[in-house]
C-alpha cells in the first residue's frame, strides 16, 4: 500500500471518528473562496480554487474507472461549469452545501460521458451495465464522494495553515490530533510541558477551522472546537 493511499485512509478514519461541532461564524474573518472567485480579474483565487478541487473531481472520476485522459476531460468540464456558475454564487446553506453542488456537477458530465460512451458501444452491439450508469449520476450522495471532498479539503487546509506555526507546535498537533496519541505521551516525546500541548493542538484547530470555511464556506463534520 502506497504512503498516500494509507495517508488517505487514516483521513477518512478521522474523518468517520471526530463528532460533528457547530458552523461557527465568528471564524469569518476574510472573504471566502468562494466569494473571492466571482471576481474574473482574481486569478490567484481561482487557481487556488482549481488546484483545491480539480485533483477531487479528477480521482473520484478515476474511481468510476475512466482512464487518465476521460478524468481529465471531466475534470476541465467541471471546472468550467464551475467558472460560469460560481460568478454568482451565494452561499446559502438552508438550500445544501457546495459539496453537494459540486458532486450534482460532477456527477452530471459523468453520465453525459457515460451515455455517450453508452451509445458508441451500442453500435458495436455491447452496452455499459446499469450499474455503471447509476454509480455516476449523483454522487453528492455518496459516502464515497463525501469522503473525497472532507478528505481534498483538510489536506489543502492543512497544507496551507502550516507555514504559520513553529515546527514543534505543528509535530505536537500531528501527533495529538492526526495521529490520535494522547497528549501526556507527546509531551514526553517533544519534552514539553503538558499544557503546551494542549494549546498548540487548540491554535492549529482554530486556524485549521478557519481555513476550511474559507475554502468551503462550510464546516465539515471533523473538525471540533478542541
Known amino acids: 500500500m502506497s504512503p498516500a493511499l494509507r495517508k488517505s485512509r487514516k483521513v477518512g478514519a478521522l474523518v468517520a471518528n471526530i463528532s460533528m461541532s457547530e458552523h461557527d461564524s465568528s471564524l469569518h ?9 466571482r471576481d474574473i480579474q482574481d486569478a490567484e483565487s481561482w487557481s487556488t480554487f482549481v488546484d483545491t478541487y480539480g485533483p477531487l473531481v479528477y480521482r473520484y472520476a478515476r474511481r468510476q474507472g475512466l482512464q487518465d ?9 467541471v471546472m468550467a461549469e464551475a467558472a460560469r456558475c460560481l460568478r454568482t454564487f451565494e452561499y446559502q446553506p438552508e438550500r445544501g452545501r457546495f459539496r453537494d453542488w459540486l458532486g450534482t456537477v460532477t456527477g452530471r458530465q459523468l453520465a453525459h460521458f457515460f451515455a455517450k460512451q453508452n451509445r458508441r458501444l451500442t453500435a458495436t452491439g455491447a452496452v455499459l451495465t446499469d450499474a455503471v450508469l447509476d ?3 449523483a454522487p453528492q450522495a455518496e459516502a464515497a464522494w463525501v469522503d473525497e471532498f472532507n478528505g481534498q479539503v483538510l489536506q489543502v487546509a492543512l497544507e496551507r495553515i502550516r507555514p504559520h506555526f513553529e515546527a514543534r507546535n505543528w509535530r505536537a498537533f500531528e501527533r495529538v490530533w492526526l495521529e490520535n496519541r494522547s497528549a501526556a505521551d507527546v509531551a514526553s516525546e517533544l519534552n514539553l510541558p503538558l499544557d503546551a500541548i494542549y494549546v ?5 484547530l482554530k486556524r485549521l477551522r478557519e481555513e476550511i470555511l474559507l475554502l468551503a464556506e462550510d464546516l465539515p463534520q471533523f473538525v471540533p472546537l478542541s
Not at 474573518?29 to 472567485?37: D, E, F, Q, V
Not at 476521460?70 to 468540464?77: G, L, Y
Not at 498548540?200 to 492549529?204: D, L
Request: glycine fraction near 0%.
Open 69 to 77: 485522459a476521460d478524468a481529465a476531460d471531466i475534470t476541465q468540464e
Open 29 to 37: 474573518t476574510r472573504p471566502s473562496l468562494l466569494t473571492r472567485i
Open 200 to 204: 498548540a493542538k487548540s491554535r492549529v
Open 135 to 137: 454509480q455516476s449520476a
